[in-house]
């Protein structure tokens, strides 16, 4: 969401509703009236690797539209015919029956592909579900001291697992999407600047495919990305109040992103490029390895050879026997980097809030204790002070 995709509550697998971009103009793309944007480029930026991370660029040809570095791109996705297919094959339909979606009349299959997330699961839709089977394991499973079993059972299961494990007779069409919730849009960092590439949007996503229980998976909204784009791809901009650029084009700016996290740092440094702003730029990227992983790893060099980057640390958790991650590179690059917050820089973090911006936090407040000889508490409330001052932002997920 990787820093690249997001929702209110930032879980790969667990959905909730999405923000959305609120506008009374009707010319301004929403959720609900998406523009439909042409892929231009979808090229794999880690060849070799076994991660799959594609960069894509879409088209805002004659649209008007513009954005700013840090805003996101909504993208509203389908579903994988072929995993619609396997769930109404699992549940017992044809597909041909026809439903109602909210407003919308269509056929099953139609509905499924084109409006309903029907992979993920939630609880809710397990407690759903065990209405209609009733079954003792899921009975179990759900009784709140089973917690930690029932998010171990969830992991890497879809709604056709269900299906398959506790088979049903007889399901109906509606009672089918009453399982469902609508298709979320997926928020994308935007990883491009409009100055430098004229009615476009770049995006850096993750795709996701893996194996569990026997079956292929996938990620949505990358897989469609990245397999199966249409004509066009539904789209509208969420901007981002809370992760821009300083007005001030003299200030010094920090910025911490590993993997697809890279994104909206690529937008900032085109805009700060194109702008002439004269600030100093300090990069620290990350990833599994230089070979393979390095996302972008041509245009930094460049930026750096031409100054515009003043510092880039590089940390890559395979290329070596100890691993090293970003907050690694900070901690070895501590006085400096505390000089330029004591300086006025902004410091930005994008990327996992799991592991990653937890390690980050904690790496700041070392580096305060350490070199503004600091207490605990002291290095705390100074890491308080510079988010109070909107100096420490942050994008994750």
């Known amino acids: 969401m990787d820093c690249s995709l997001r929702f209110v509550r930032r879980k790969r697998y667990n959905f909730t509703v999405p923000i959305m971009s609120h506008s009374n103009d009707p010319s301004v793309p929403t959720k609900d009236n998406p523009y439909q944007s042409e892929l231009l480029v979808n090229r794999l930026l880690t060849e070799g690797s076994d991660k799959e991370t594609r960069h894509f660029e879409l088209s805002l040809s004659a649209s008007g539209l513009s954005y700013q570095p840090g805003d996101s791109l909504g993208v509203i996705p389908q579903n994988d015919p072929k995993v619609v297919d396997d769930l109404l094959s699992a549940v017992g339909l044809s597909g041909d029956e026809q439903v109602s979606i909210g407003e919308t009349q269509t056929n099953l299959r139609d509905g499924l592909i084109h409006h309903l997330a029907c992979t993920v699961l939630s609880k809710i839709q397990v407690k759903k579900f065990n209405e209609l089977a009733n079954a003792d394991k899921l009975n179990e499973l759900l009784l709140p001291a089973n917690r930690d079993a029932f998010a171990t059972y969830l992991w890497g299961r879809e709604l056709i697992d269900l299906f398959l494990e506790f088979p049903q007779s007889g399901i109906s069409a509606d009672s089918l999407i009453s399982l469902l919730r609508p298709m979320p849009p997926r928020l994308y960092s935007i990883a491009s600047s409009i100055k430098a590439h004229a009615e476009q949007v770049h995006l850096t996503v993750a795709v996701v495919r893996y194996d569990s229980h026997g079956r292929k998976r996938e990620g949505v909204c990358s897989s469609y990305l990245a397999d199966r784009v249409g004509k066009t791809i539904p789209c509208y901009f969420h901007p981002n109040k809370n992760f821009k650029l300083p007005e001030d084009t003299n200030t010094p700016i920090i910025m911490v992103g590993p993997g697809t996290g890279i994104a909206p740092f690529r937008a900032f440094i085109e805009e700060r490029k194109l702008t002439g702003a004269t600030g100093k730029n300090w990069l620290f990227f990350g990833d599994r390895s230089k070979k393979t992983d390095y996302l972008y790893g041509e245009e930094w060099e460049q930026y750096q050879q031409d100054g515009l980057l003043t510092h880039l640390d590089?940390?890559?958790?395979?290329?070596?026997?100890?691993?090293?991650?970003?907050?690694?590179?900070?901690?070895?690059?501590?006085?400096?980097?505390?000089?330029?917050?004591?300086?006025?820089?902004?410091?930005?973090?994008?990327?996992?809030?799991?592991?990653?911006?937890?390690?980050?936090?904690?790496?700041?407040?070392?580096?305060?204790?350490?070199?503004?000889?600091?207490?605990?508490?002291?290095a705390t409330k100074w890491v308080k002070a510079l988010q109070k001052e909107k100096r420490y932002l942050k994008d994750v997920y």
Not at 325 to 338: D, I, N, P, S, T
Not at 360 to 368: E, G, K, M, N
């Open 314 to 378: 590089l940390a890559w958790s395979r290329d070596q026997a100890e691993k090293e991650y970003v907050q690694h590179k900070m901690l070895a690059r501590g006085k400096e980097l505390f000089g330029w917050l004591q300086d006025g820089a902004v410091f930005y973090v994008c990327g996992d809030a799991s592991r990653m911006a937890k390690d980050v936090d904690a790496a700041l407040r070392q580096i305060a204790s350490t070199e503004g000889s600091m207490s605990e508490e002291d």
